[in-house]
């Protein structure tokens, strides 16, 4: 290759992988677990393709602290699946929602099709710059559902709330970025490809005794949770290659000391910029300071400052910043800074943005 320039990659999904997932299954791609075979060509129902699984969940229930009663699922469809396959599952008269950007919506959009959505609170007015803390959820609801992190807003749940029924978070954009209390949770959901793999397999970890929540109406067997439980993810043939590579960057995150190691690099990472943002001349956050999030830092100019745009994309690309523009429905600047991305870019873009009208 000649292009040898040092790219700083924050894109916002797919995204970064740790250069060791990257590596391992390459590797994979010649001669994967000695057997002078090519993981995509061999059967998932191989002994070595049934130990990249085990290994995939008990790695998640380490890292996660997820507890005995909790199935750990890898299914397919993304997590735009899940926002029909919850309420498929569950929604028997009433579930909460809060709508908090664009994925709650589609989430709530997805739901009304099953049963009443009480809208517990939404920040849809300010756009989506904040998340709501004060609200109620309803008793009686047959779930709560919320969006961890607001990946094309760039706001995140910092406390979440206390919950008397089922409570089903999609954790798409910040799975394995912090701790969480699995236990406090009843469905946790997340397409794979923010911050745990590529794009093709979704995760789900589920408390078994979710199943006992089941709606009457027919679920055909392949989005039913029960189906996959029992046959450890492997009903059908599922995505091989997304799974391993996913196992290997969680072998990644454990190495980096688990989710208390992810936590601290990224507020590390988000501090740097946050501060730069706040500090500088031209630039200012769109989300509200305590909605903030970690993993996706919103930004646009200054509106005196609108003129510089293309200025700084200029410096941008000639520094090796890549995949920085906001999202197509906020516009502006969005830096994503999943586990994987070095402080090292983060620096590299903090300089840029100090710099580029010198
Ligand atoms: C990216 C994203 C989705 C959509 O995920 P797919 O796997 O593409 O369906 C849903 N929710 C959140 C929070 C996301 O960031």
């Known amino acids: 290759m000649s292009n040898t320039k040092k790219i700083h990659n924050f894109s916002a999904g797919p995204s970064i992988l740790s250069q060791y997932a990257i ?7 010649v001669n994967f677990a000695n057997t002078g075979l090519n993981i995509l060509e061999i059967s998932h129902r191989s002994k070595q393709f049934e130990a990249v699984m085990d290994e995939s969940r008990s790695l998640i229930r380490e890292i996660l602290s997820v507890p005995e009663d909790y199935d750990i699922l890898f299914l397919q469809g993304g997590a735009s699946t899940q926002f029909f396959q919850i309420p498929m599952n569950f929604l ?3 579930a909460s929602y809060t709508n908090t950007g664009t994925w709650a919506t589609k989430a709530i959009e997805e739901a009304v099709h099953f049963g009443n959505v009480n809208i517990v609170a939404s920040s849809e007015g300010k ?4 998340v ?9 609801d047959d779930y709560f559902h919320c969006t961890s992190n607001n990946t094309i807003y760039g706001t995140q749940i910092q406390e979440f709330p206390k919950c008397d029924i089922p409570l089903i978070c999609d954790m798409s954009s910040d799975i394995f970025s912090r701790p969480v209390d699995v236990s406090k949770f009843d469905l946790i959901y997340a397409g794979a490809q ?7 397999v979704t995760l789900v970890i589920i408390k078994k ?3 006992n929540n089941m709606s009457e109406r027919h679920v055909p067997t392949m989005l039913k ?14 995505p091989v290659f997304p799974i391993l590579v996913s196992k290997y960057n969680l072998e990644w995150v454990k190495e980096m000391g688990g989710v208390q190691g992810m936590e601290k690099r990224n507020s590390e990472k988000a501090d740097l910029l946050y501060s730069t943002i706040d500090n500088s001349e031209y630039f200012q956050g769109t989300a509200e300071v305590n909605s903030r999030s970690k993993m996706n830092v919103c930004f646009v100019f200054k509106p005196e400052f609108n003129s510089l745009e293309e200025k700084f994309e200029t410096a941008c690309k000639e520094h090796g910043i ?3 523009k906001g999202h197509r429905s906020v516009g502006g600047y969005r830096a994503s800074l999943y586990n994987a991305l070095p402080l090292d870019s983060v620096q590299a873009l903090v300089d840029v943005m100090t710099n580029f009208n010198k």
Do not use: V, W
């Open 23 to 29: 590596e391992k299954s390459r590797e994979d791609l």
């Open 92 to 94: 028997k008269t009433s």
């Open 127 to 130: 756009n989506f710059n904040f």
């Open 132 to 140: 709501p803390t004060e609200y109620t959820i309803n008793n009686t």
């Open 194 to 200: 923010k911050n745990l793999g590529p794009a093709g």
């Open 209 to 211: 005794s979710m199943y």
């Open 225 to 238: 949770y029960q189906t996959h439980a029992k046959n450890g993810s492997m009903y059908n043939t599922p």
């Open 322 to 324: 890549s995949g920085i």
